[in-house]
């Protein structure tokens, strides 16, 4: 799947990756073909992916401090959930923080849990396939897999 077929897809969540959107997109994603499915996968690991970077890992929640007052950091989960909603509010949203960090800042916020969004290729598999889906993408999205993104991380 291209990313002008991937992201007029995502379009149809307006923007918030909330359980009612994401079950509306993999019934859509559902009727396509298997290869479409699998393209989608293949694009949403990698748009996660990409915006896994220390940059946007460190930045605290936005909603939440700490003892006295201090910034609350985004766990792995919280961070992972942060990076589901920014590609969830669309292209315009994700292409943006990369050219100014403080846009990922808002997306930090508990009223921006994208988690939903990642169940929608296994929800639209099941239902163009009756099965179960049982493969892995190209890139991991789960939160500290780009080593290009985390410098310091890397061995």
């Excluded at 969540?13 to 859509?28: D, F, I, M, V």
């Excluded at 298997?34 to 930045?59: H, K, M, N, S």
């Excluded at 006295?68 to 961070?79: A, C, H, K, R």
Aim: aromatic share 14%; net charge negative.
């Amino acid at each position: 799947m291209t990313w002008a077929a991937f992201w007029p897809l995502i379009a149809t969540l307006n923007g918030k990756a909330t359980e009612e959107s994401c079950h509306r997109l993999a019934e859509e994603l559902g009727r396509r073909p298997v290869p479409d499915v699998i393209g989608f996968a293949e694009r949403l690991a990698e748009a996660l992916y990409r915006l896994d970077q220390e940059r946007f890992g460190t930045l605290p929640v936005a909603d939440l401090t700490a003892r006295l007052g201090s910034p609350f950091p985004q766990s792995s989960d919280v961070f992972l959930y942060s990076r589901c909603a920014v590609v969830a509010a669309g292209q315009g949203v994700w292409e943006s923080v990369f050219f100014d960090d403080d846009k990922f800042a808002p997306y930090t916020s508990s009223d921006c849990d994208g988690e939903w969004l990642l169940y929608v290729p296994d929800k639209a598999y099941e239902l163009a396939t009756g099965e179960r889906w049982d493969r892995s993408t190209r890139y991991c999205f789960e939160s500290y897999s780009n080593r290009d993104g985390w410098p310091d991380l890397r061995d």
